[in-house]
């Protein structure tokens, strides 16, 4: 198949890579024009800009936030400034009411717009393990599914309106966040009181913290491998802004949201913008003078 693949960076570059692996043609595009580098050495053609990937038959983009997909779809040299039907899958970790902008102005053209945000760290999209989420009209998502498989373990599909895959991506994040400070506070207190994080850890994901979470992260948090960043920190704080968003539309408190961003934003005050975002450990760390 004949894809464009807009956005190369941790996430999108080892995406692309699977995909030509697998023997598709891809057209390739990044803002910064030398991450498109490694793929065109891959066997990936070079597209001049955004609408230059339209002409494929299918196109990929994930981006880093709000702005900068809606450049892509919107502007001068966007997707939808050519009014060739195109069936764009947004993998994008941006807000539900700008996938809905989108998917209207993509059916309004006669294309169609999937939602498919993942779940997974740059070593799993790398070794094409991501979850997907997907979601769209059942004819786009049976187009998509075979790409979904070669790039994925597992694709979940969550109905036809594509924002609802950004909703849940939203809260998979906020709840991921949520883990990793319920895991520095315990450690922190673990450490504090006499026992090793590490006796902490295996104890509880050998019982009743079995996810492959609690492993990823506790073994971050222990080793304090917060740099180079697997998900920036100003990434993390962007989607907590988003929920904050979808929050407040919805009328729904959400007091726990308040101290990660408060966190997020120590972390990046304290260690800089390109730390990950479970460097939030240190914070609570410090605020418990556990150093």
Known sequence: MKIGFIGLGQMGAP??????Q????LKVWNRSSEKTIPLIAAGAQA?????????QDIVFSILSDDQAAENIAFGPSGLL???????????????PALVDCMAAAHRSQGGDLVSAPVFGRPLAAQAAKL??????????LDLCEPLFNIIGQRTIRVGAAPQAANLIKLCGNFMIMSAVESLAEAMTLAKKSGVDKKTLLHALTSTIFTAPLYETYGQILIEQKFK???FAAPLG???????SQVAETSRTPMPFLGILRDHILSAIAQEGEDVDWSAIAQVVEKDAAAH
């Open 81 to 95: 400034k050519n009014h060739h039907p195109t069936l764009h899958v947004t993998m994008s970790t941006i807000s």
């Open 237 to 243: 704080l962007k989607d907590m802004k988003l929920v």
């Open 131 to 140: 979850f997907i989420i997907a979601a769209g009209t059942e004819k786009s």
């Open 15 to 20: 995406i692309a890579l699977n995909l030509i």
């Open 22 to 25: 697998a023997g598709h043609e």
């Open 47 to 55: 597209a001049k800009d955004p609408q230059d990937c339209a002409s």
């Open 228 to 230: 180079p960043a697997g």
